[in-house]
Every structure is written in structure tokens, then in C-alpha cells.
T-cell receptor
Framework: QKEVEQNSGPLSVPEGAIASLNCTYS??????FFWYRQYSGKSPELIMS????GDKEDGRFTAQLNKASQYVSLLIRDSQPSDSATYLC?????????????FGTGTRLTVIP | DVKVTQSSRYLVKRTGEKVFLECVQD?????MFWYRQDPGLGLRLIYF???????EKGDIPEGYSVSREKKERFSLILESASTNQTSMYLC?????????FGPGTRLTVL
């Protein structure tokens, strides 16, 4: 079982719709969760972090965390073509120091104009 | 804003060459990381460092070494490059829980 699992997609949504990206993780003691956006040929860019159960909103982005079910999701409201990218879910490795993260392999999102 | 820079965006080397990849961060972060990213395999941790002169192996350290002589600089060394080390190499730094990435170096080994 992988430490972090994501559906690789591609996920296609029409412009203006809500895009929903999901991630599950295996380590029950994980406490810190992150979403990165990666455009083709570019490096990952941190867009959301979440540490407590529930929702965290930042502009058009909402991160949702459910530790009991071991999943974290990212909702993108009013999706724009510029949101087309690969979204990486990352989970902090609690057993090691230095803020090490496990990364999922990413979900490719395409927003259709 | 955090700024992480890497010495080259693109690099082409020959099999057997010694390769140096440099990473510099300007935010006084204690922790620095080297990853490689390959299609279908995602980001894999090669080495990390939590302080000057301190280094720890990640998940795939074979064929690589690192150096951290100054807090802001973390170098990845391929002692004898091989074709299976062709990849995108990403450096990141972190103070608390969040990691910030440099632009990446796409290395091709012929």
C-alpha cells in the first residue's frame, strides 16, 4: 500500500464548475497535509496546507481533512483554464524529522473553456 | 517570499561524468531536500539535511551524495552519472512544516 494515493486522472471539468480532487493516506498518525499545484515543466507550488479536521478555505480553494477516514481533498470553485495542472497531495512523515513529506503521484486536472 | 534557486534549468551530461547540482535558499531555512521526479513515480526523496554538515538518506540515495557546508546551500552530487539518472531534480527547503521548491533541473545523461 502506498503512503499517499491519488487518482491519476485526467479529471476534466468545464470552466466555472467545481473540481474535486481526492487523496488518501495510510499513516494514522499523520498531522500535516499539503496540496501542491504543478504546471507542466514547472516545479510544485504550495497552494494549501491543513492540519485540523474540517474545512480550510483560501479564495477559490477549499481543503478538507477527515483524519478518521484518512482522506484529504481539495475543491476548486469556479474552475478556470489556468487551473489546468497536476495537483500533488503531500503528507508529513511523522516518524522522521526535518519535515519530510510523502507525495502522491498527482491528479491531472483539465479545465475545458 | 521564499526563494529557492537551482544552478541550472537544463543539463546534459555523459555517462560516467561527475555531476554537481546546486541549490540555494535565501530564507535561513534549516531543512533542505533533494528529490527526483519521474513520470508515474512521482516525487522521490534522495537526501535531506536538517543542519549544516548534517545529512540523511532518503528513499533512493544510491548513486548520489550530498554536501551542505553552508546553511543556505545544498549540493547534490552524482559521482558517476548513468542513463537511469536522467530525470527532473527538485530542491526544496523548509523551516516549519511547509516545503518550498526551486525551479528544478532537468538532467539528461547520454
Amino acid at each position: 500500500q502506498k503512503e499517499v494515493e491519488q487518482n491519476s486522472g485526467p479529471l476534466s471539468v468545464p470552466e466555472g464548475a467545481i473540481a474535486s480532487l481526492n487523496c488518501t493516506y495510510s499513516d494514522r498518525v499523520s498531522q500535516s497535509f499539503f496540496w501542491y499545484r504543478q504546471y507542466s515543466g514547472k516545479s510544485p507550488e504550495l497552494i494549501m496546507s491543513i492540519y485540523s479536521n474540517g474545512d480550510k478555505e483560501d479564495g477559490r480553494f477549499t481543503a478538507q481533512l477527515n483524519k478518521a477516514s484518512q482522506y484529504v481533498s481539495l475543491l476548486i470553485r469556479d474552475s478556470q483554464p489556468s487551473d489546468s495542472a497536476t495537483y500533488l497531495c503531500a503528507v508529513k512523515r511523522e516518524q522522521t524529522g526535518a519535515n519530510n513529506l510523502f507525495f502522491g503521484t498527482g491528479t491531472r486536472l483539465t479545465v475545458i473553456p | 517570499d521564499v526563494k529557492v534557486t537551482q544552478s541550472s534549468r537544463y543539463l546534459v551530461k555523459r555517462t560516467g561524468e561527475k555531476v554537481f547540482l546546486e541549490c540555494v535558499q535565501d530564507m535561513d531555512h534549516e531543512n533542505m531536500f533533494w528529490y527526483r521526479q519521474d513520470p508515474g513515480l512521482g516525487l522521490r526523496l534522495i537526501y535531506f539535511s536538517y543542519d549544516v554538515k548534517m545529512k540523511e538518506k532518503g528513499d533512493i540515495p544510491e548513486g548520489y551524495s550530498v554536501s551542505r557546508e553552508k546553511k543556505e546551500r545544498f549540493s547534490l552530487i552524482l559521482e558517476s552519472a548513468s542513463t537511469n539518472q536522467t530525470s527532473m531534480y527538485l530542491c526544496a527547503s523548509s523551516l516549519n512544516r511547509e516545503q518550498f521548491f526551486g525551479p528544478g533541473t532537468r538532467l539528461t545523461v547520454l
